[in-house]
């Protein structure tokens, strides 16, 4: 898929998510929030869903989880613009209540139509809801700095899932908030695994004589021999890379 494809696509699904009526939860919507950022990301920052701010303005963190969300990427050199960031609800819920299993459902096809069209090789989860999406049965504090492969039945074909806490818990609490500059540091390190992985899935798949797709492509990723769940969480590649500048 070429940039232009993609912002296009990306587009068609924002248009339907702004007039969405399949959850509860456009009842008490201003504006719903689709997402933003670059169309040929290779990562993108997935969050519970929008707060008040978010919700009259119709952009992802915006409001102060979003200016902490700024200053961790800025901490590893890289601008929202780089990335792609949405969230596992696309409309506020009420009071920043949690959002309900039956809400996240009915959401669910507009994130992964959008893992589809992007492609990504790291996909950030932001906080619980966004964790639970991509590493089922986790638990936050467990595995919060650590990568995974994506089960590519979440529309991400050939990704690797870092998790981190949510901003607005780093806000709340100090402990938190260091340890989520530690954690990102260490995603420049996961993007450059999942580059390798991505590389290697596509030299298989042409040794294996399977017809050459646009490295790395949704095709060649879901042909891929990753496990989708492995046992236990791997720590992400700690060797620390002073010179990760990937964007
Ligand atoms: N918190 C989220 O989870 N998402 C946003 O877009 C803003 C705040
Ligand atoms: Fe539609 Fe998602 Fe908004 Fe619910 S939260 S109304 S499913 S866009």
């Known amino acids: 898929?070429?940039?232009?494809?993609?912002?296009?696509?990306?587009?068609?699904?924002?248009?339907?998510?702004?007039?969405?009526?399949?959850?509860?939860?456009h009842q008490t919507?201003?504006?719903?929030?689709?997402?933003?950022?670059?169309?040929?990301t290779e990562v993108i920052f997935v969050g519970e869903g929008p707060g008040f701010n978010e919700d009259r303005q119709g952009r992802p963190f915006i409001g102060r989880a979003g200016d902490l969300l700024v200053k961790l990427l800025a901490s590893i050199g890289w601008r929202r613009e780089d990335v792609f960031i949405t969230n596992v609800v696309k409309c506020r819920p009420p009071d920043n209540r949690d959002p309900q299993p039956d809400e996240i459902a009915a959401c669910a096809p507009y994130l992964r139509r959008q893992l589809e069209v992007l492609d990504p090789a790291v996909v950030v989860t932001l906080g619980r809801f966004s964790m639970g999406t991509f590493m089922p049965g986790a638990r936050i504090s467990q595995v919060h700095g650590t990568v995974r492969p994506v089960d590519p039945a979440t529309g991400a074909g050939a990704a690797l899932v870092f998790a981190m806490y949510h901003p607005a818990a780093a806000l709340r609490t100090p402990a938190i908030e260091r340890d989520s500059y530690a954690d990102i540091g260490a995603v420049p390190a996961a993007l450059l695994d999942s580059r390798r992985r991505r590389e290697a899935a596509v030299e298989t798949d042409v040794a294996q004589g399977t017809p050459e797709a646009d490295p790395p492509s949704a095709s060649a990723a879901i042909e891929s021999p990753e496990p989708p769940s492995p046992p236990a969480p791997t720590p992400a590649a700690d060797d620390a890379t002073p010179q990760l500048t990937l964007f």
């Open 29 to 40: 919507r201003t504006k719903a929030v689709p997402g933003e950022g670059d169309p040929d």
């Open 1 to 25: 898929m070429t940039d232009a494809e993609r912002r296009t696509a990306l587009e068609e699904i924002a248009a339907e998510v702004r007039v969405c009526t399949k959850c509860r939860l």
